[in-house]
């Protein structure tokens, strides 16, 4: 038997997770997808970023 043989067959799996109902597994999926909120810092760097691109572009 080689190493990598051995090792396949002595990986243990992790620690599965505890079942959980559906109203707390919805509950953990939407906190996941939240969007982050745009701070006005961030989102004036990305008015001004998108503004000199858009100066920056030659006429058509």
Same mark, same amino acid.
């Given at each position: 038997?080689? %190493?990598?043989? /051995?090792?396949? !067959?002595?990986?243990?799996? *992790?620690a599965?997770?505890?079942?959980k109902? !559906?109203?707390?597994e919805?509950?953990?999926y939407?906190d996941?997808?939240?969007?982050?909120?745009?701070?006005? *810092? /961030? /989102? *004036?760097?990305i008015?001004?970023? !998108?503004?000199? %691109? /858009?100066?920056?572009?030659?006429?058509?």
């Amino acid at each position: 038997m080689d %190493i990598y043989s /051995l090792v396949a !067959a002595n990986l243990h799996s *992790g620690a599965r997770p505890a079942l959980k109902d !559906a109203k707390s597994e919805d509950r953990y999926y939407s906190d996941q997808v939240a969007l982050p909120r745009l701070g006005p *810092g /961030l /989102l *004036g760097s990305i008015v001004v970023c !998108a503004l000199l %691109i /858009l100066v920056g572009m030659p006429p058509s």
